[in-house]
């Protein structure tokens, strides 16, 4: 995949450090086809996101949490399961099946995700997202910084990122072809791909293409904070 070896590092030591010494309350433990959909929402508490552990099927997925989850609280229909606790400091880590679409919120906390072959939604009150995925995803935070690296060069419509408040930045394929709109209302633009913008006052504005664009595009919206989207390259 084509990310460095320093950005994975970066994004798996805190959570992988913290999970690794709990042994968590409630565990489930299924096995889900390609396309299939994971909900999880929490009130307050972190999200914590990654591929089965090494010799499990790419089908497998583990849902496990720091305290007991309902049993009424969590609904499998098909292929989609949803996880909904209204306790307040429940943090979850899920280990996602291949191909699978994952939707996270949290009102108040963070979401790592990294290695998850798969879709990501994510989406916080207050607290930052971190994602390093292969395929794509989109992430909205109220209160925080958004940080995704993401490799594929495909993805259908539009992918989404914004924050109220705080930083956004994307590590965008090189040979992606799509249309890019970055705008900020207060704050700074900085990107390394052939792209040029306007400003007015404390805002700044780029809507244009990277490699002559596509039907996809992405969209990056920021009321207070600044936007960097960068070029993921090969290791050489």
Same mark, same amino acid.
């Given at each position: 995949?084509?990310?460095?070896?320093?950005?994975? $590092?970066?994004?798996? #030591?805190?959570?992988?450090?913290?999970?690794?010494?709990?042994?968590?309350?409630?565990?489930?433990?299924?096995? $889900?086809?390609?396309?299939?959909?994971?909900?999880?929402?929490?009130?307050?508490?972190? /999200?914590?996101?990654?591929?089965?552990?090494?010799?499990?099927?790419?089908?497998?997925?583990?849902?496990?949490?720091?305290?007991?989850?309902?049993?009424?609280?969590? !609904?499998?229909?098909?292929?989609?399961?949803?996880?909904?606790?209204?306790?307040?400091? $429940?943090?979850?880590?899920?280990? *996602?099946?291949?191909?699978?679409?994952?939707?996270?919120?949290?009102?108040?906390?963070?979401?790592? #995700?990294?290695? %998850?072959?798969?879709?990501?939604? @994510?989406?916080?009150?207050?607290?930052? /997202?971190?994602?390093?995925?292969?395929?794509? *995803?989109?992430?909205?935070?109220?209160?925080?910084?958004?940080? #995704?690296?993401?490799?594929?060069?495909?993805?259908?419509?539009?992918?989404? %990122?914004?924050?109220?408040?705080?930083? !956004?930045?994307?590590? !965008?394929?090189?040979?992606?072809?799509?249309?890019?709109?970055?705008?900020?209302?207060?704050?700074?633009? %900085?990107?390394?791909?052939?792209?040029?913008?306007? @400003?007015? *006052?404390?805002?700044?504005?780029?809507?244009?293409?990277?490699?002559?664009?596509?039907?996809?595009? /992405?969209?990056?919206?920021?009321?207070?904070?600044?936007?960097? #989207?960068?070029? $993921?390259?090969?290791? !050489?």
């Amino acid at each position: 995949m084509a990310c460095t070896r320093l950005a994975l $590092l970066l994004l798996l #030591v805190a959570p992988l450090t913290a999970c690794g010494q709990q042994t968590p309350a409630f565990t489930r433990i299924g096995s $889900l086809p390609p396309g299939s959909a994971i909900t999880v929402r929490t009130v307050r508490g972190d /999200i914590s996101v990654y591929a089965p552990e090494r010799g499990q099927p790419d089908s497998m997925f583990t849902i496990s949490a720091n305290a007991d989850v309902p049993q009424g609280s969590i !609904v499998a229909r098909g292929r989609s399961i949803t996880v909904s606790a209204p306790g307040p400091d $429940l943090n979850y880590l899920i280990r *996602g099946p291949k191909g699978a679409v994952l939707t996270l919120a949290t009102s108040r906390g963070s979401i790592n #995700v990294a290695d %998850f072959d798969g879709v990501v939604n @994510a989406s916080t009150g207050t607290g930052d /997202i971190k994602m390093l995925i292969p395929q794509y *995803g989109n992430a909205t935070a109220g209160t925080g910084n958004i940080s #995704v690296i993401f490799a594929s060069t495909t993805w259908p419509g539009t992918l989404h %990122f914004s924050s109220a408040k705080g930083d !956004v930045e994307l590590y !965008v394929n090189e040979n992606a072809a799509a249309h890019v709109h970055l705008h900020t209302d207060n704050g700074t633009i %900085f990107t390394d791909f052939p792209l040029k913008g306007t @400003a007015s *006052g404390t805002s700044e504005t780029i809507d244009s293409t990277i490699n002559g664009g596509a039907k996809r595009a /992405i969209d990056v919206e920021v009321r207070d904070g600044s936007i960097r #989207v960068l070029q $993921l390259k090969p290791q !050489v």
